[in-house]
């Protein structure tokens, strides 16, 4: 199993285990091969040559960071948030939004909610000498947060919100439903690519009921139609604009 973080009973799961995989793809990546030829330069001698001995003290500076007991806190906590995010990016100016019998339907893009995601387990775990010092450097370190946000993405895929089903999306808000190939942005260099949104309802004190349910749908329905006629540079500034200002 490739995930390093798990959706598991509604709830996102993060043990410090980590398996190999991912990282074996990542050292055959520009970046990765640039991390172990540095490390490799230092290394006088391996019995199965430098190369090798790199991979292998990268791979075992990643395991020892990931179980760290406050890596694996921070980021336990950071994965429980995740979706929460949502809530608050709802109110974020310039989203794809509509009124359904008093209640707001928001388009939130996946760019935002992963960028947040993001840059909070970074901030934090950059804070920890076991992460920052990690053998390896920055690429190691941005390998090991993307591959958090990345499994925290197929974990929100598998929670599968539905109108019939939704999903808490933080204080006041579920999400009811999900797009996961319209294109937001175009991603320069590596940037992850991190297509798609996620609809989130606001909550009242009347419950959803069907009717409510068939409105939603219709609206969703009709904002798919809607937002691929959106020129890239009004994407471009929907962006600029949801983004807390730093």
Known sequence: MSAWVRYSRQRFVYTGRISRAPFARWVQT??????VDELAATIR???????WAARRRLWRALTAAA???TVV??????????????????????????????????AVPNVLLNGNAYGALDSRLARHHAFSGIEGGEALRQFFVLKLVEDLVAGAGRAC????????????????GRNLTFDWRLPILNEPVWAG??????LTREPITRTVRKAVETSMTAMERALPSLARLERNDILRRARPVV
Do not use: N
């Not at 948030?81 to 608050?88: A, F």
């Not at 919100?161 to 009811?176: F, M, Y």
């Not at 949104?197 to 606001?202: K, N, R, S, T």
């Open 30 to 35: 520009e970046d990765g091969r640039a991390a």
């Open 67 to 69: 179980r760290d007991d």
């Open 45 to 51: 001698f391996g019995l199965f040559g430098r190369q």
């Open 197 to 202: 949104h996620h609809y989130v309802l606001e």
């Open 73 to 106: 806190e921070i980021v336990r906590a950071e994965a429980q948030v995740y979706l929460k995010h949502l809530g608050d990016l709802a109110y974020a100016d310039g989203l794809p939004r509509d009124t359904i019998m008093l209640r707001r339907l928001v």
């Open 161 to 176: 919100p539905s109108t019939k089903t939704p999903v808490p999306a933080g204080r006041g808000w579920v999400i009811v």
